[in-house]
Structures are given as C-alpha cells and as structure tokens.
C-alpha cells in the first residue's frame, strides 16, 4: 500500500476487519563514533547515518486523532526525535490487543531497528510524511 501521509495509514487501520493497535518506536538520526567527511555531508542531506530509538509507545487506532495529535505527545515526553517507525498488530474476535500483548513486538520493532531491518516499518518524519529509504 502507497502511503500519502500518516492519517492516510491511521484510516486504513481503522477499516480493516479487526480493530488494530499500532506500535510507535520513534528513533533519533545521528551520526556513526569518528564519521567520515562524506558521512557528515551525507548527514547533512538527510542521508545516511544511524537510528537509534528514544521512544516506544503503542496505541489503538481509534485512540488517535491525528499524527499532529501523536507529535504533540511524543515532544511532552522530551525526547527529541526524526523518525516514527509504525507497525500494526492485529486484534482478534473483534478485540484490540493489549498494550501487554504490543510490549514484545515493540521489543522486537526496537532490535530491528538497531540492526538496521527498517523495510518492513512504515517510516514518517516530523510533520507525518512518509519516508522512502533506498
């Protein structure tokens, strides 16, 4: 599915067959120990670098209103961040599952972006647009 923007995706989990709750790990941009000359200019376009994630947080679709809604809540926190990568979990028998039952797939969402498995998140910068990585 071609995403447009954040809302675009919080539309799609409420109309899918069972209630969603999505997970929300939201990373940090920076730069390797001793970056190299092209390293720093890469990271200067936006390219390149590393993620770390600073934040982990799980919501059912219908608890959130917008992405604007969600930004505001992750800065009140005082994390700074780039980068929400956003994965769904499916509910059963007409349930959402529980923040429990999200607490090891977010583990999960965590390790893989530490080691670099980022394709399979949906990715949106600050302002809820989508990111590309290549």
Same mark, same amino acid.
């Given at each position: 599915?071609?995403?447009?923007?954040?809302?675009?995706?919080?539309? /799609?989990?409420?109309?899918?067959?069972?209630?969603?709750?999505?997970?929300?790990?939201? #990373?940090? !941009?920076?730069?390797? %120990? /001793?970056? &190299?000359?092209?390293?720093?200019?890469?990271?200067?376009?936006?390219?390149?670098? &590393?993620?770390?994630?600073?934040?982990?947080?799980? @919501?059912?679709?219908? %608890?959130?209103?917008?992405?604007?809604?969600? $930004?505001?809540? /992750?800065? @009140?926190?005082?994390?700074?961040?780039?980068?929400?990568?956003?994965?769904?979990?499916?509910?059963? $028998?007409?349930?959402?599952?529980?923040?429990? %039952? !999200? $607490?090891?797939?977010?583990?999960?969402?965590?390790? #893989?972006?530490?080691?670099?498995?980022?394709?399979?998140?949906? $990715?949106?910068?600050?302002?809820?647009?989508?990111?590309?990585?290549?």
């Amino acid at each position: 599915m071609m995403l447009n923007d954040f809302d675009g995706l919080l539309q /799609s989990a409420r109309q899918q067959s069972q209630p969603q709750r999505l997970l929300f790990v939201f #990373a940090r !941009a920076g730069l390797p %120990e /001793s970056p &190299t000359e092209d390293q720093h200019a890469r990271h200067l376009r936006g390219e390149g670098g &590393t993620l770390t994630p600073v934040l982990c947080v799980d @919501k059912a679709a219908d %608890e959130l209103s917008s992405f604007a809604a969600l $930004a505001d809540e /992750s800065t @009140k926190a005082g994390l700074p961040w780039d980068i929400a990568f956003v994965a769904a979990l499916e509910g059963r $028998a007409g349930f959402a599952p529980s923040s429990d %039952e !999200a $607490a090891q797939p977010l583990q999960l969402m965590v390790n #893989a972006i530490n080691d670099g498995q980022i394709s399979r998140f949906a $990715a949106f910068d600050r302002h809820g647009d989508p990111i590309q990585f290549y």
